[in-house]
């Protein structure tokens, strides 16, 4: 993570790595928002990654409209510190090329202290197509922390 904001990437990348739940904000083609916690895994490249029941009203959503929002935080800081991070992207759901890769990082988040492979415990194949529960990935397009110098961007996109 090099660049203008080094500090403040290595901020967000520190936010990222001790926050398991997200905000994720949708909203209709029409326009009628939702917010919804979630909890999610990040890449090497900062895509996001959760996993969801399909019928859920934000994968409806993003389905439908694919800009997304989000907010991650640690809701327990004393109050005055509010560090986390804003962002927005596109949300798509996760497909056959990645699906290994999102289930791996889950599994590692979710199952730290696991022996057990992360595609035996999630089978790849009951993540895609008409699956009730899918992996959805989100492409940041900008990022933001907040915290003592109110909101400053920073360089978390996804590739």
Not at 29 to 49: C, E, H, Q, T
Not at 130 to 149: H, N, S
């Amino acid at each position: 993570m090099e660049g203008h904001y080094g500090a403040y990437e290595e901020k967000a990348k520190k936010i990222l790595d001790n926050c398991t739940y997200m905000a994720v904000g949708t909203s209709t083609k029409r326009g009628i928002p939702w917010v919804a916690p979630v909890l999610f895994v990040y890449d090497n490249d900062f895509n996001i990654y959760f996993l969801s029941a399909v019928d859920a009203l934000h994968s409806k959503n993003i389905l439908e409209n694919a800009d997304v929002a989000v907010s991650i935080f640690d809701s327990r800081q004393e109050i005055g510190v509010s560090e986390g991070i804003q962002a927005r992207g596109k949300a798509s759901l996760v497909e056959k090329d990645d699906i290994e890769n999102a289930i791996t990082l889950y599994c590692k988040k979710v199952f730290p202290e696991s022996d057990m492979e992360p595609t035996k415990r999630y089978v790849p194949e009951n993540y895609l197509g008409t699956a009730e529960f899918r992996f959805f990935r989100i492409k940041l397009t900008a990022a933001y922390v907040t915290g003592e110098d109110r909101r400053v961007e920073v360089g978390l996109r996804g590739k």
